[in-house]
Each structure stands twice: as structure tokens, then as C-alpha cells.
């Protein structure tokens, strides 16, 4: 019942704050209060965050405080003002507004179009043609199951893309800068902010949608600089390819492909991949990233998806090689947000940390049967190798264990570090008894 989700969920939050509160003791009102961060993924990060807790070098656009922090994988830290801060510029130009750091150049028209996405690093721009962030109608009629298919043939019916009705730079300053732009059709409202902060390497998208279409499709369309023959996607514990063409009746049927955090299409030596944090459908078609946002279907529900969503994207330009662990770190950092709060406690602590790019940390949990600790690991991209994973608890037996937590051998800890060989896309479980 809802009374019992209810409940379960309040329990979630309760035993979730006590988790917090033991990690970062909140702040004691007669005391001095600093700000504590607390990172749930395997990878380093230095990230801006909003805090209110202590001075801040900026404020954002709803008053809240932005500070530029670090964190440990799977740990916490307390806040530090770095020596050097990195500053992002945003600023008009005529007719062109332009949001650049020292990684990334973003060059917007009023209209909304992005016509250039300049990388300092690679010194190459990734957008060509008419331009990115292009908002699209497709008329949506599929001939069977309204709210399930989307049929093959919506792709010839497509309005010409949305052009803002304004845009606002909202922010500037040393750590964040962002461009705020209104669309409207005859019956939706849409709100995108545009960011860059002064240490990201990407530009994200946030976006408030008041949706009231009928049988229509909204996609976020990205022309790119890339020829490649086939595109790449992440699934569960994995990646899959996918061709950017249409040459035969079986790649016309995989015209729209499922995929988690992010979509990438590259060529040697340079790529671009698009981020997201709830939205799955994408379809790369030659050197279009598109990623599709809203349906409207009315059958059997007559009011499905209408009213208000709020979900992000994100571009990221990077120097594609031979795999995608860059990729695969910044849609973890994308979708995982740092946990900021107010602390007395001044140390910086990691608690694991996997010295090896390919093979991620997917879960931490208490075993099913005892009370020892469960890590799950994966390898995504299809490597074989060896990793080497630091304990930063007193961990005194690790086991290899299959997916229902059962032995099956014990490995060798030395210095509090295990060496752990892998497999391609092999789902590894180790048992950490304390």
C-alpha cells in the first residue's frame, strides 16, 4: 500500500541520515561549522556544489553559495579554499553568448542554437552544420500500442527545431557561469539552463518542462564533428554498438536504442558523448547525437507524462582512444551528486579505491546472511587485466564469492590491498569480512 511505501522510504531516510551523522557530525549551533562532502562512487572528484555553510567565492542564481571541493572515492572530506581556483568566463558578444573555462569554449545564439563547442585540450570543435541543442517535434501516431511503440516512419514528420523565445546569462563568476533560455509551442513551456563551471569538462543541460502535447515526441538533437560507422552505448554492466546507418532492414529496426547514463559516437583520437540522468532512448543516426525527452501518448492513459519534468544532459568532448573510462567517470559523477552538509569534522578519508580505470565499483551492501560487507564490481568495456583495490577499513578476510554470496575462494590481502585479476564484462563479488 502507499502507507507502507511510505514508511519503508521514511526508514530509507532515517537510516541514511544516521549513516551521514556518523561520517560527518553535524554542525553544533555554539560551534564552528564547516562544510563536509561525502562521495558514494569509486573515482576522485573536484566539483563546484552549492553550500551555504561557509563563505563562498560565489552566488548562484537562486542566492545559494557555490564552493569548489574535492572528495575521495568512497569517502568524505571536509571543505578546504583551494590555493588556485580556475575561473569560468560568460559572457555576450553581439549577438552570441559564450560560457568558456580552461577546457571548453560554448558558443550559444539568442535563438538557443549551439554553434560551436570548442575543446582547448584537443583543440578541435565538436559541433557542425546548423548547430546543437536543437529542441525537435516528431508527430507520434504509431499504428498499434499508442503508449509502447514508436514506429520507424515518425521520423519524417518533424517540425522545424523550437528557437527561444529569450535567454538571460544568469551566471557569472569564478566557478559557475550559465545561460538561462524559454521555448514555448502552442501548448508546452520549456525552461533550460545551460552551465559550465570553472573545473567541469562538461557543458550540462538542466531543464523544467511543462508538458501538454498530443501524440507528439520532443528530442534534443547534437550534429557533431564524428564519422564513425557505429556508436556506442552503455547497458547494464556493459556496452553495446550500434550502427549510424541505415543500410539494411535490421539496422533501420534499431533506429532507437535503450541505454543508461550515456550514448558515445567516436572516431580515433576524438569523441562525443551525451550524458544523461533519466532519460534512455537514443538515436545516433550519421553524426547526429539525439536524445529523446517527452512523449504524448493517449491511449490507455489520455493524460501520460503531461505536466511538469525536470531531468538533465551533458556533453562531453574528450580524446577517444581504445576505451571509455573517462566517459564512464564523469556519467557516474553526472548521475551520483556529491552529499554536501554542514560538519564539524575536519579529516579527509577514502574507505575503498580501485587503482585501475576498467573495473567499477556498482555496489556496496551488508551481506544477505551475515554481517559482512558485499562488493560488487564490473568490467564494462570488455578489457581482461589487473586491478588493485585499497582497503581503507580493517578488513581482515576477503572472499571471491558468485552472485548469491556464496565462497568460492579466498584472496590475499597484503598492506591492505587486494590484487584482483578480471575479465571482459565479467561481475566480480568479493565478501569483506572485519
Not at 519503508?8 to 561520517?23: I, N, P, T
Not at 554553434?115 to 525537435?136: C, K, M, P, T
Not at 551525451?274 to 504524448?296: F, M, Q, T
Not at 490507455?300 to 582512444?321: R, T
Request: proline share 4%; aromatic share 8%; charged share 25%.
Amino acid at each position: 500500500s502507499t502507507v507502507q511505501y511510505a514508511d519503508l522510504f521514511a526508514s530509507g531516510e532515517k537510516l541514511r541520515q544516521a549513516a551521514l551523522d556518523a561520517l560527518l557530525p553535524p554542525c553544533d549551533p555554539s560551534g564552528k561549522c564547516t562544510i563536509g562532502v561525502v562521495n558514494t562512487t569509486g573515482i576522485r572528484r573536484q566539483e563546484v556544489v552549492e553550500a551555504d555553510m561557509v563563505d563562498s567565492l560565489q552566488t548562484s542564481a537562486d542566492g545559494k553559495g557555490l564552493v569548489l571541493v574535492e572528495a575521495q572515492p568512497f569517502g568524505f572530506a571536509s571543505y578546504q579554499l583551494p590555493e588556485e581556483v580556475w575561473e569560468v568566463n560568460g559572457s555576450q558578444e553581439g549577438d552570441l553568448f559564450v560560457l568558456e573555462n580552461s577546457t571548453l569554449r560554448a558558443t550559444f545564439r539568442a535563438d538557443g542554437r549551439l554553434i560551436s563547442l570548442y575543446s582547448h585540450l584537443i583543440e578541435r570543435d565538436a559541433i557542425v552544420g546548423e548547430g546543437g541543442n536543437q529542441f525537435v517535434l516528431y508527430d507520434d501516431d504509431p499504428v498499434n500500442w499508442d503508449a509502447w511503440d514508436v514506429d520507424v516512419f515518425h521520423q519524417e514528420k518533424k517540425s522545424a527545431p523550437l528557437a527561444a523565445a529569450s535567454v538571460k546569462l544568469i551566471e557569472t563568476g569564478k566557478l559557475r557561469a550559465a545561460l538561462r533560455f524559454t521555448y514555448a509551442t502552442a501548448r508546452s513551456h520549456i525552461t533550460q539552463t545551460v552551465s559550465l563551471t570553472s573545473t567541469g569538462q562538461i557543458l550540462e543541460f538542466a531543464h523544467e518542462v511543462d508538458w501538454h502535447e498530443s501524440h507528439k515526441m520532443l528530442r534534443l538533437e547534437f550534429p557533431v564533428d564524428v564519422r564513425a560507422e557505429n556508436a556506442t552505448y552503455e547497458m547494464q554492466h556493459g556496452i553495446v554498438k550500434r550502427p549510424t546507418h541505415y543500410n539494411t532492414p535490421y539496422d533501420l529496426a534499431r533506429f532507437e536504442v535503450p541505454a543508461h547514463r550515456w550514448a558515445d559516437l567516436s572516431e580515433p583520437g576524438f569523441g562525443v558523448a551525451l550524458l544523461n540522468d533519466c532519460k534512455y532512448g537514443y538515436r545516433i543516426h550519421e553524426n547526429v547525437i539525439a536524445l529523446s525527452l517527452l512523449r504524448s501518448p493517449k491511449y490507455p492513459d489520455p493524460v501520460a507524462d503531461m505536466g511538469q519534468h525536470e531531468f538533465k544532459c551533458a556533453l562531453y568532448v574528450h580524446q577517444h582512444s581504445v576505451d571509455y573510462s573517462e566517459v564512464i567517470g564523469e556519467a557516474l559523477a553526472f548521475n551520483i551528486p556529491l552529499i554536501v552538509r554542514g560538519s564539524t569534522q575536519h579529516l579527509r578519508e577514502s574507505f575503498f579505491e580501485v587503482e585501475n580505470a576498467e573495473l567499477i565499483v556498482d555496489a556496496l551492501k551488508k551481506a544477505e546472511d551475515s554481517d559482512d560487507l558485499i562488493m560488487r564490481l564490473y568490467e564494462p568495456e570488455g578489457f581482461r587485466g589487473t586491478a588493485l583495490i585499497g582497503l581503507g577499513l580493517p578488513v581482515r578476510r576477503v572472499a571471491l564469492c558468485n552472485l548469491l554470496e556464496e565462497e568460492i575462494a579466498e584472496l590475499e590481502i597484503v598492506d591492505g590491498v587486494i590484487d584482483l585479476e578480471f575479465t571482459p564484462f565479467q561481475v566480480i563479488t568479493l565478501k569483506l569480512s572485519h
